[in-house]
């Protein structure tokens, strides 16, 4: 299932291993405020590679987002 979330980010990004991802951490943890307020759970940040996803338990299932064309989408 791919989750979509329709607020524009428009923070800087970079690519690693096919997946959009923060380039910043800063960027990235303030995105997981937003997102922990959408789906109501903590939500954290996460290195991988050169950038930073967000990440959260979701209903019992480990969650990471990145981004695509400009919104928040899970990537794993």
């Known amino acids: 299932m791919m989750n979509l979330f329709a ?3 428009f923070d800087a990004t970079v690519i690693y291993e096919g ?7 800063g960027s990235a943890e303030q995105w997981a405020q937003k ?24 209903d019992d299932v480990e969650c990471q987002w990145g ?6 989408k899970r990537i794993n």
């Not at 997102?35 to 979701?58: D, H, M, R, S, Y």
């Not at 981004?67 to 928040?72: A, E, P, T």
């Open 67 to 72: 981004v695509y064309g400009q919104r928040l």
């Open 19 to 25: 997946n959009e991802l923060f380039k910043g951490r």
């Open 35 to 58: 997102l922990a307020v959408e789906i109501k759970c903590a939500t954290t940040v996460q290195k991988i590679g050169t950038g930073w996803a967000l990440c959260a338990t979701v």
């Open 7 to 9: 607020v524009p980010v």
